[in-house]
């Protein structure tokens, strides 16, 4: 499947037309294309380049990613698909556990001299 082109357009493109929009062409959001429209080209244009550079950011940090994290990450989200939960909402749940059980570790004898009010020698 050929990748779109991302660029700023003309809606519609018939110039006889007297009303127009321009459209960002080519955006695509969870894989399904996303339209956007804008009364004057230079907001298309601004929300263009904010996309190529998100999206430049974003391929850059996804590039250092290992195959088994990728792996990792897609059988991952299958599995949570069911429930209607994310790889994000397990990790928060998953910390806060993690916050919830942290207790110090202390001896037996310190945990009965601080129970029991015992003064240490």
């Given amino acids: ?7 700023v357009l003309r809606y519609p493109k018939d110039e006889s037309l007297p009303f127009h929009y321009w459209t960002v062409s080519g955006y695509r959001q969870d894989g399904k294309r996303k339209r956007l429209f804008f009364k004057d080209r230079k907001e298309a244009e601004r929300k263009l380049k904010e996309i190529l550079t998100q999206q430049r950011r974003e391929g850059t940090a996804a590039r250092y990613l290992s195959e088994e994290l990728r ?11 069911p429930y209607g939960k994310t790889i ?8 806060e556990y993690l916050a919830d059980t942290a207790k110090p ?3 037996a004898q310190n945990f009965l001299r601080i129970s029991l009010d015992i003064k240490p020698n």
């Fill in 1 to 7: 499947m050929r990748r779109p082109t991302l660029c």
């Fill in 71 to 81: 792996v990792l990450a897609i059988k991952c989200t299958d599995q949570l698909r």
């Fill in 88 to 95: 994000g909402d397990a990790t928060s749940h998953y910390l």
């Fill in 105 to 107: 570790n202390i001896t």
